[in-house]
């Protein structure tokens, strides 16, 4: 049996969006569609894909999708993100902590922050 663990998603990795092939061609498993504690914001990267960074205050709970990711598949997944994406710890509503994609200050500044929207997928349909 191989070794898994959750990985928590809020872009484009997530179903039916442009990089979920990424997860799939490691073997990666749709687990769940779920929320963030309250303690984080997202951001527009040029319109191609989120960053989503914990803050001390002010945050709200963002849409993810968790995976069951192979161990061995972390990695190739993590080289295949855009720059300015890491993995990190993610707390999720229910309490439980994961990895997640997060973005770096650094990626974020000067960007369009989207966090009223509270994910990803509400952001694109709003573009529409």
Not at 63 to 75: D, H, R, Y
Not at 95 to 114: C, S, Y
Request: charged share 15%.
């Amino acid at each position: 049996m191989t070794e898994t663990l959750k990985l928590a998603v809020n872009g484009t990795l997530m179903r039916g969006l442009a990089l979920n092939p990424n997860l799939l061609t490691v073997g990666a498993r749709f687990h769940c569609e779920t929320e963030t504690e309250p303690a984080y914001r997202l951001w527009s990267i040029e319109d191609r894909y989120p960053a989503m960074m914990r803050v001390a205050s002010g945050g709200v709970a963002i849409a993810v999708e968790i995976w069951e990711v192979p161990l061995a598949g972390l990695g190739v997944i993590l080289m295949q993100e855009p720059p300015g994406l890491a993995i990190g710890k993610v707390k999720l509503a229910t309490g439980d902590i994961v990895l997640g994609v997060i973005g770096e200050p650094l990626t974020v500044a000067g960007q369009r922050e989207i966090t009223q929207f509270g994910g990803w997928r509400a952001y694109q349909a709003s573009l529409s």
